[in-house]
Nanobody, 125 residues
Framework: EVRLVASGGGLVQAGGSLRLSCTTSGFAFTDKVIGWFRQAPGKEREGVSLIRTSDGHTYYADSAKGRFTVSSDNVKNTEYLQMNSLKPEDPAIYYC??????????????????WGQGTQVTVSS
């Protein structure tokens, strides 16, 4: 019933850009926190960005500030992550996840009830 599907990953040169999409279904998108996380091989999963769909408030990890921008389309039930100035440390599987909208903007894994399967981002030199 609940589904989050991340897409838009691919191969990009260092310094380039990608836009990831997270399409959702099965829940009220307008009253949620949607997070982007990433996990590179051999590394722990880390938070990237957050947005509360009811008010548009956002939060970014230090690694994403100034380069990545998250936005939500509450008509299409879709969240976007615009990634600019991609760096060698950015390649990873990027996941989107859902948390209840009442929570503050936090990367705490326990509040995210549903996770998508992720999309691969690869950066070439």
């Amino acid at each position: 019933e609940v589904r989050l599907v991340a897409s838009g990953g691919g191969l990009v040169q260092a310094g380039g850009s990608l836009r990831l999409s997270c399409t959702t279904s099965g829940f009220a998108f307008t009253d949620k926190v949607i997070g982007w996380f990433r996990q590179a091989p051999g590394k722990e999963r880390e938070g990237v960005s957050l947005i509360r769909t009811s008010d548009g408030h956002t939060y970014y990890a230090d690694s994403a500030k100034g380069r990545f921008t998250v936005s939500s389309d509450n008509v299409k039930n879709t969240e976007y992550l615009q990634m600019n100035s991609l760096k060698p440390e950015d390649p990873a599987i990027y996941y989107c996840a859902e948390a209840p909208g009442n929570y503050g903007l936090t990367f705490l894994d326990a509040i995210f009830d549903y996770w998508g399967q992720g999309t691969q981002v690869t950066v070439s030199s």
